[in-house]
């Protein structure tokens, strides 16, 4: 079953890329509205199951459902779960183009059943609430050879981002980083709205903190920005803190990092 959007006009190019972009989650979403309308760029068809759940109303990029309805290209760009890539990419055997995933922890070699394979890695949180600035998110490549090195590279340039060469020990070094310092940061605002919702203050009073928090470490290393009662050895405030946190998995969690931060500063 294929859908057609409406698509913007592009300028004319002698060199188009013409690029398939396989899933429809939170980056497969994010990619479909960055990859059109870019220059050399020329999204050709959108595989996604679940397109009802999602319209983009003014784009014309085909849409399909079934995966032997894919188009011969240039790139196909595999934006599934990592459980699903397998899967997924032995439906483009047959194909000639480069088959590339986008996921941060999956080594390269899990496509080098396809002459042509290579990673994608954008590297930031993608939610499909909330478009996001690819000219701002850090796009991570590795690929099988020189000339497929150098067609993800005019991907990237395309799309504006800042262009870093990762191996696969890089990149899953990179998302675990990744992890620290995004989800379990979140988790970590997620228990501060808790605290905030119980004795009935607005979370947003905390806003400034946090974004003061993420400016700072532009400038100076995180290392040389811990503040805080751990760091100082401030016993005292510790325990006066575990004693008004009601949830014994708080307690826990700010035992076990402030017990970290004592220990490696």
Wanted: charged fraction near 20%; charge should be neutral.
């Amino acid at each position: 079953m294929e859908t057609r959007y409406k698509k913007k006009e592009n300028p004319t190019f002698n060199l188009m890329i013409k690029i398939v972009l396989l899933g429809a989650g939170n980056v497969g979403v994010n990619l479909f509205k960055a990859l059109q309308n870019k220059n050399g760029i020329e999204l050709v068809q959108w595989f996604n199951r679940s397109f009802i759940h999602y319209k983009q109303e003014d784009s014309t990029v085909p849409v399909i459902t079934q995966l032997n309805e894919i188009v011969e290209a240039d790139l196909y760009l595999i934006s599934v779960s990592d459980t699903a890539i397998t899967p997924v990419s032995k439906a483009l055997e047959n194909k000639k183009g480069l088959v590339a995933h986008t996921a941060g922890s999956v080594a390269l070699s899990l496509l080098e059943g396809h002459q042509n394979h290579a990673v994608f890695y954008p590297l930031q949180t993608f939610s499909k609430q909330k478009e996001v600035d690819f000219s701002q998110i850090p796009l991570c490549l590795e690929a099988n050879s020189e000339e497929n090195l150098n067609l993800l590279k005019s991907v990237a340039q395309a799309m504006g981002g800042p262009i870093h060469l990762i191996d696969s020990v890089q990149r899953k070094a990179l998302h675990v980083a990744a992890v620290f310092v995004n989800n379990f940061t979140n988790y970590l605002y997620k228990i501060g709205e808790e605290l905030c919702k119980e004795h009935k203050v607005p979370f947003s009073v905390l806003q400034p903190l946090i974004a003061e928090t993420a400016d700072k470490i532009k400038t100076i290393p995180p290392s040389a920005a811990q503040t805080g009662p751990a760091v100082r050895g401030d016993q005292k405030i510790l325990e006066d803190h575990l004693q008004h946190l009601t949830k014994e998995s708080h307690q826990q969690l700010y035992q076990l990092i402030s017990a970290s931060i004592q220990q490696h500063g």
